[in-house]
């Protein structure tokens, strides 16, 4: 290889100001350089490998040619610095900040509450800007298509689109508001009356600030000057593995191409960036050519050397014949026009809309012979359905000389799928599906064709039938709308009481501007060390030997931390934190290796060499663990009625089972800790993400056998948790600690995306038997009903997730005879854990399955089944704790009334009968959600508010602010009770020292125990201060606060709530289990592409019934937040894993979350008043309880499916497992075409991945 140079200088701006960097590694990127060198911390690491858009910042270039300034948008984690050589890069910081001025885009995104966690906020302000850099006034469109990279977990998107379209031209924020006044806020509307006092208006766009391009910084005008040089040169950067050159010329380009052949061209780095990252790909020198105007401006004229290859089956196929040589580059491609009588279509389908690999793809093309349809060309090729692109040659040869109609198409398939075959065991595993597949894009691709003959010659070639027109079109890429209902604040409610008004999230701004510091945005701190994991690549094996020797040996290496470096107990609670002679999952933590930077200690892990031994059995599925009676806990059992006797007495029986896959929590922050080892008496401060910072004090305290007042946790806020955050933090800071403990040094540990999805695990996969008995008239008479959960290797909270499933198993319907058992399975897969909803969305979608299946037996509609069996009356639930399920039957009456169901679905109906290949789906979900823990201590809270002498606040309670509001809650609640405005009152953060023993932030109580403790501290104040006021009672606050010093009156309280009063007997099965119910409905419409899988979710209407709402805003927002990930629950997210108990998916590319196209196209949101006066300004706990009216879209998909069943006639009742993915809708809308496919013997291969439910 040819001697390299010394570098040279790196030349680029950020944020307006020159970057000269002397030492550019080719191997760091932006995201790395800006947080970490340039501490701009505003842009956010989430997975490293540009599938999620938290990183997105503008690179802005002058092009010399085009004398223009190009603007676009890019993912900082896949940009090399070293690409950025004379371009200008924006982030999130030089928008706007606090301290200068905030962007409209940073004000509006805050103000109508697009932000909830605040991590993706950064992200989504910088996709917006860009936009707006490049069109001031976009098009609803541009919109949504410029967010459709940025993935949000917290908010449903709803509110980010909306605060976009505000930039709109002709706002479309509210349909209904054309007249400048929503209609729903007249006060003489018909809508009003019907409503009762409802609002709209979550945020008043008359505040916004204009949006005034003229102000945008301007191009560095020495970058231009740069650009413009006639001059350039080869640019080399060397760094410590790998060079970058940057030729100056096309011919330096291929003088370098012939030095290096080897070498990739870097252009746009995102295939190249994560295959470096992620396959530990490697290569010593890079090219970058992206900047030769050759490669951007087709030269037609055919220079010397330059061939043409042609874009063939060889080509395409990669055959080394028909490929590029090594020194040879593409430098332009030629895609000629269609003639006459020629088609070339292209057709895909993925598992999510928008930023999704193809499931299988493919590109066709059709050459009839002149005023035939008579075949003279064909050329079929199909992606990922083999290594490489394949060619169906052999196939489309057969067919030259034939016509175009259905006996070539039926001829067609046969042969392509013996051509083309995925071999049962093929990596990605969907192999019936992408079989069916390729055959159902050919017809698709038939059908395209058959139309585009008959617009040449209407007389010679019919149609296609009008039924089978809409399998033409994918769906559309619409611009979500809606409204969302809130009750008004009274109006004789004074001025400055915040409760129940619409107040912005307490760090919007913060979220929007980048200034809100997370874990890893905070600065490093001197010795500190980072910290990466070595994880179990086995299920179940005995640990033989560890090697370190190779990784200590490692540049930067500190140490290396294993279990024999734990002072104190390593396995707590029965949850182990260095694995020791035996590993019980894959991916758990064996060791951790500490050194003087990320990279160094995470490839000084890859170099540690663990021996195993396998040990039998290995338990991965529920069916394992029930061959094995592998079990974590004894059985939960709640029974009323006598179930056996009922059974012999009903007119049908039906029993069935109903699968429920797992979900990953896929906070936008990974878990994140930084742990402080003090100097003195063994205390230690850590700095995490947690929903429960006294049981990572308990476990850390534990770990180190030290008393639990050494250890201080400290949580600010974190970057969603949904529960994922609970009880893992515990553990991870308790393997931090011991590195902070061995190595005396701060550690920092923030998890990548892959090890966090892999480490922590997520929602239980589940298992619903049952046995249903009922009457002809859908009247359900008995149920005996059995849930097995997979819990993983180690307890963690599946007892109470089991708990919850068991008492919350009866949903909104009375069963008088009903027996209902629950039980957790011991498995070789990472310990499954709190999520959102606790349990409730999978075990509660088996009693919606077994409804509607009860439905199809009685040729009944399932609303109609569901409302007669729901709770009608004051009654006992299976459990004999009593409540009245009025506004449960109001949210059903409304939403059936509202939505328009009954209209809509008689129109589904009549879509259906007109379209054989695109049906249509409605269904109605009830819920009874029961908010709170069974166990009475769990519900406590404590609170400090300390009032300083200037008149300000300082509120801390026991709750975490996981995005979800609680802080700005309970300055709604200080403010209230101390009748200060809310700028008075600061909120901090959350601290084992300041507040100790908090009980977890989840169950939807955050806001009723720690609303009730910061209520009663302040009413303590209020009480104190009381006769000064009295004396003054024009005083004005500081006045009252300055007499109360005078008179040494504290002016620090505690506040307590003691909890609700619940309990449940088990041995009895009765008890008070919880304090409320939280009650809902939602009517969700689909229309489901029956060739693909594909749906689209065109409409939800969601009544909600929130009591008062303290804030209807961020109550909305959990309310939708929750809809749209219950949604991707049960339909687009799913987790892959090998028969060993490997898990496959790792990161947005493999599990796919909703994205801004996912959303309804109609989103309508009521919250429906109701009384509560046990909670908190008779408010109720919403976090969780919109996840379960996910389901209705499951069940509208499984309406749409029935309806193409029946038409194909098949009438029998069938299951629709969850999640309801395209693969399962596809293999469920049973055709000519899944009859075609080859199956193969089940007991002939391993596939390759497994359902564990
Ligand atoms: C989040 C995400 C989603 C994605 N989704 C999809 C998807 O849905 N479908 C899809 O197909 N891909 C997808 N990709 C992969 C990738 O974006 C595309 O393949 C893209 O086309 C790669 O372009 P690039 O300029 O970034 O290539 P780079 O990574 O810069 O280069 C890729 C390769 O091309 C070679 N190369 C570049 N220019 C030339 C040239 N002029 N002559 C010869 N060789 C050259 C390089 O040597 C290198 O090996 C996705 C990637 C990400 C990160
Ligand atoms: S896209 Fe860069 S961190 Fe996810
Ligand atoms: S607000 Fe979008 S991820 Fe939390």
Redesign the pocket.
């Known amino acids: 290889m040819p001697s390299l140079p010394h570098s040279d200088e790196l030349i680029f701006f950020v944020n307006g100001r020159k970057v000269i960097e002397r030492n550019a590694d080719p191997e760091v990127n932006l995201l790395f350089y800006v947080r970490k060198r340039l501490r701009l911390t505003g842009t956010k690491y989430s997975c490293g ?3 999620c858009g938290a990183c997105t910042v503008m690179v802005s270039r002058y092009n010399s040619m085009t004398k223009t300034i190009h603007h676009y948008p890019a993912t900082a984690c ?1 940009v090399p610095i070293c690409s950025l050589y004379g371009a200008a890069v924006t982030t999130v910081e030089g928008v706007g900040s606090i301290k200068t001025r905030i962007h409209p885009v940073q004000e509006r995104l805050a103000k109508c509450h697009g932000t909830q966690c605040g991590f993706c906020s950064p992200g989504m302000v910088m996709s917006i800007y860009t936009l707006l850099r490049n069109h001031p006034e976009p098009t609803p469109e541009q919109i949504t298509k410029a967010l459709g990279g940025n993935l949000c977990r917290c908010t449903g998107y709803r509110p980010i689109v909306e605060s976009g379209k505000t930039f709109c031209v002709e706002s479309t924020v509210c349909e209904l508001k054309g007249s400048g006044k929503c209609c729903m806020d007249q006060e003489d509307g018909s809508l009003v009356s019907r409503w009762g006092k409802m609002c709209t208006k979550l945020y008043d766009e008359d505040e916004f600030q204009p949006l005034d391009p003229s102000q945008e910084p301007i191009f560095p005008p020495e970058l231009i000057r740069m650009a413009k040089d006639p001059n350039k040169r080869r640019l080399t950067f060397q760094g410590e593995r790998t060079t970058w050159i940057t030729p100056a010329t096309l011919n330096d380009l291929l003088e370098l191409k012939a030095n290096f052949p080897k070498a ?11 295959s470096i990252k992620f396959k530990n790909e490697s290569h010593p020198v890079f090219i970058f050519p992206l900047g030769l105007p050759e ?1 951007h401006f087709v030269n037609t004229t055919g220079d010397e050397g330059q061939q043409q290859i042609p874009l063939n089956g060889p080509f395409l196929e990669r055959s080394p014949e028909a490929d ?1 040589k090594s020194e040879e ?2 430098s332009s491609v030629y895609i000629p026009y269609s003639t006459q009588w020629h088609f070339v279509f292209g057709l895909r389908m993925a598992q999510r809309q928008e ?4 499931i299988v793809n493919a590109g066709m093309s059709v050459k009839f012979e002149d005023g035939t349809n008579t075949i003279k060309k064909l050329q079929m090729f199909y992606g990922s359905v083999g290594p490489t692109t394949v060619s169906a040659s052999q196939t489309c040869k057969q067919l030259i000389g034939r016509q175009w109609d259905d006996q070539m198409l039926s001829d067609a398939c046969r042969w392509v799928l013996d051509e083309i075959y995925i071999p049962p065991a093929a990596e990605g595993g969907m192999v019936e599906y992408r079989r069916t597949l390729i055959i159902s894009l050919l017809f698709k691709f038939y059908l395209k064709v058959r139309r585009g003959l008959n617009q040449m010659d209407p007389q010679k070639f019919p149609d296609i039938p009008e039924k089978f027109m809409s399998a033409l079109e994918d769906f559309p890429i619409e611009t979500p709308q809606g409204i969302q209902m809130f009750q008004c604040v009274d109006p004789h409610q004074p001025p400055q009481d915040p409760v129940g008004h619409p107040v912005m999230h307490q760090s919007a701004i913060k979220h929007t501007t980048g200034e809100a510091v997370y874990i890893d945005d905070m600065p490093c701190i001197d010795q500190e060390l980072f910290l990466a994991p070595i994880t179990s690549t086995r299920a179940h094996a005995k640990i033989i030997s560890i090697d370190i020797s190779e990784a200590l040996a490692l540049p930067g290496v500190v140490d290396v931390i294993t279990a024999e470096d734990v002072p104190g107990d390593n396995n707590y609670q029965r949850e182990i934190f260095y694995a020791q002679n035996e590993v019980i999952c894959v991916g758990q933590i064996v060791g951790t290796v500490a050194a003087d930077t990320y990279a160094h200690a995470r490839e000084a892990a890859k170099k540690v060499k663990i021996a195993y031994e396998d040990i039998e059995p290995r338990i991965i599925t529920i069916e394992q663990a029930l061959e094995h009676n592998s079990f974590l806990f004894d059985e939960k059992k709640i029974e009323q009625g006598n179930v056996e006797q009922a059974f012999k007495y009903v007119d049908q029986i039906i029993e069935g089972e109903v699968h429920v896959e797992g979900q990953e929590h896929f906070y936008m922050e990974t878990s994140s800790i930084l742990a402080l080892p003090k100097e003195e008496d063994k205390e230690m401060v850590l700095h995490l993400g947690t929903q429960y910072p006294t049981r990572v004090q308990e476990y850390v305290a534990a770990a180190l056998n030290v008393p639990r007042n050494r250890i201080a946790c400290r949580m600010k806020r974190t970057g969603g948790a949904f529960g994922g955050k609970v009880a893992k933090p515990a553990v991870l800071g308790a393997v931090s600690a011991v590195a902070a403990n061995k190595t005396g040094r701060p550690i920092r540990f923030i998890l990548e995306r892959g090890d966090d999805m892999l480490i922590t695990a997520g929602r239980h996969p589940l298992l619903g038997k049952y046995k249903i008995g009922f009457m002809n008239n859908g009247v359900i008479k008995a149920a005996d009903v059995k849930y097995y959960v997979n819990g993983g290797c180690t307890p963690d909270e599946s007892e109470m997730v089991v708990e919850f499933i068991v008492l919350k198993s009866e949903n909104a319907h009375y069963i008088p005879n009903f027996r209902c058992r629950g039980r957790a399975c011991k498995t070789n897969l990472p310990s499954n854990t709190a999520f959102r909803g606790f349990g409730f969305p999978q075990g509660t979608v088996v009693v919606e399955a077994y409804i509607t299946a009860v439905a199809s037996q009685c040729n009944l509609p399932p609303e109609e089944v569901k409302e007669i069996n729901m709770y009608k009356r004051i009654s006992k639930t299976a459990f004999k704790q009593t409540f009245n399920p009025e506004p449960l039957r109001r949210c059903w009456k409304e939403c059936l009334e509202k939505s328009s169901f009954y209209t809509r679905k008689l129109a589904a109906e009549e879509f259906n009968k007109k379209n054989y290949w695109k049906k249509r789906g409605l269904a109605i979900v009830p819920m009874k959600f029961c908010i709170g823990i069974p166990t009475a201590y769990y519900n406590q809270a404590a609170a400090l508010v300390h009032i300083y002498l200037d008149g300000s606040v300082l509120v801390t309670h026991g709750g975490c602010e996981l995005g979800q509001g609680l802080y700005t809650k309970m300055i709604q609640v200080a403010s209230h009770e101390l009748n200060i405005p809310q700028s008075y009152i600061h909120l901090s953060e959350t601290s084992t020292v300041t507040v100790p023993n908090g009980v977890f932030t989840s169950g939807s109580m955050g806001t009723d125990i720690n609303g009730k403790a910061v209520q009663n501290a302040c009413q303590t104040l209020m009480a104190r201060l009381h006769p000064i006021i009295r004396k003054n009672p024009k005083g004005k606050w500081e006045d009252w606060i300055a007499k109360a010093f005078e008179e040494s009156i504290s002016l620090s309280a505690t506040g307590y709530f003691k909890g609700y009063q619940t309990n449940m007997d088990w041995e009895k099965g009765e008890g008070n289990a919880y304090p409320y119910y939280v009650y809902g409905a939602a009517c969700s419409e689909v229309e489901v592409d029956c060739l693909t899988g594909a749906h689209k979710l065109l409409r939800t209407d969601i009544f909600m019934d929130a009591a008062f709402s303290i804030n209807p805003t961020l109550d909305i927002g959990q309310v939708e937040g929750a809809f749209i990930q219950g949604m991707g629950f049960y339909t687009i997210e799913e987790l892959k894993y090998s028969s060993e108990g490997v898990l496959y998916s790792r990161s947005p ?1 493999d599990y796919k979350i909703p994205t801004v196209t996912e959303i309804p196209e109609e989103f309508y949101v009521t919250l429906v008043r109701s009384q509560n006066p046990i909670a908190i300004y008779s408010s109720k706990g919403l976090g969780e309880a919109g996840m379960f009216l996910g389901s209705s879209v499951l069940f509208a998909i499984y309406d749409a499916v029935a309806a193409a069943r029946r038409e194909r006639g098949l009438t029998k009742t069938f299951v629709l497992s969850s999640p309801a993915t395209p693969e399962t809708i596809r293999m469920t809308c049973v055709d000519q075409f899944t009859d075609m496919i080859p199956r193969d013997d089940p007991s002939t291969f391993t596939p390759w991945s497994i359902r564990v439910s």
């Open positions: 490998g540009g599938g896949l990739p061209l870097v252009m746009g780095n995102t295939e190249l960036g994560p490669l590029l580059i593409v930023n999704a690999f193809a590319d």
